[in-house]
């Protein structure tokens, strides 16, 4: 039997439990470069703990997946958070999950605005990076060093993940 998650629209209150959304709204903004330039200012905050823990940036080319999602893994850092910007002006599903002792609990979908990116605390259960659609661009914030930053789980059944109509 499938579980059925609906995707709900991504916003900074619903998604306030898992992370932080990264988007040029709210009310910390303010001009610079001789006002030729608006910085949104710690609109998340990256995270490396462990041995030699490092914050890193990087670019992601990744491929869509198809809607609906079957989602059959999560996974999380324990040293270090995830932040994904996409580079594009399109939106991408996101997956997210509580701990429940060490576990994920039941999935919650969301699906961003255009523009919007994410960031994951660390040990946050989450899906993989997800376009829908076409193929994007995304720039990553994460941890780098010594130590294991990555735990994977499979749920024995896995959900489907649909979009709103």
Known sequence: MSKVITAELL??????????????????????????????HALARPEATGPGGHVLISLA????????????????HPLGSQAFVPLSPRPFL????????????????????????????????HGVLTPIGEPQDFLIVDRGGAGNNLE??????????????
């Open 11 to 40: 916003t900074r209150e619903n998604f306030a439990a898992f992370g932080d959304v990264i988007d040029a709204s709210g009310d910390n903004h303010y001009p610079i470069n001789a006002g030729k330039t608006e910085r949104y």
């Open 61 to 76: 080319k990744a491929m869509p997946y198809d809607v609906p999602l079957k989602l059959t893994m999560v996974e999380r």
């Open 94 to 125: 996101v997956v997210v999950c509580h701990d429940e002792n060490g576990t994920p609990g039941k999935p919650h979908a969301f699906l961003t605005q255009p523009g919007q990116g994410v960031n994951y605390p660390r040990n946050s259960w």
């Open 152 to 165: 994977e789980f499979f749920f024995s059944d896995p959900y489907e993940i649909q979009l709103q109509k």
